[in-house]
């Protein structure tokens, strides 16, 4: 027997402005609200082959890179284009020593979470 990631949580200052974020970018939507977090996910819901995002709100900055980040590719463009789209929804480029001849894109969420944008194009679920 094994074990399936279900969920992923994120804490953040402003759980409001990372889940339009997070959802502009994977196609989310809203499936639960808390007091203090945000679960957004795939519009099937919870359980399904696309684990959740928690945004649990956290008054501590971010002080360092995170030892886990999250790796997103295309589904409908090349990566060009997916490129300009998150760049568009607010990510930025950010510099962790790569030497542009890395065949992805590392960004960083409108908190500074880096992510990347890989090359390769996925079929969409």
Known sequence: MACRISELVLKC???????RFWCEVLDFTEL???EDGIEIGPREGFGGP????????????KTEALR????VNATDRD????????????AVPVDVGQTGEEPWHVLA???????C???TRLKPL
Do not use: K
Not at 50 to 61: F, G, H, N, V
Not at 109 to 115: K, L
């Open 50 to 61: 696309q684990p959740t995002i928690i945004l649990s709100r956290s008054d501590e900055p």
């Open 13 to 19: 200052r402003d759980p409001e402005a990372l889940a």
């Open 117 to 119: 944008l890989l090359g």
């Open 68 to 71: 886990l980040h999250i790796d």
């Open 32 to 34: 639960q609200r808390e």
């Open 109 to 115: 969420d409108p908190e500074g979470n880096e992510f």
């Open 79 to 90: 990566q060009d284009a997916e490129l300009e789209r998150l760049l568009a929804a607010g």
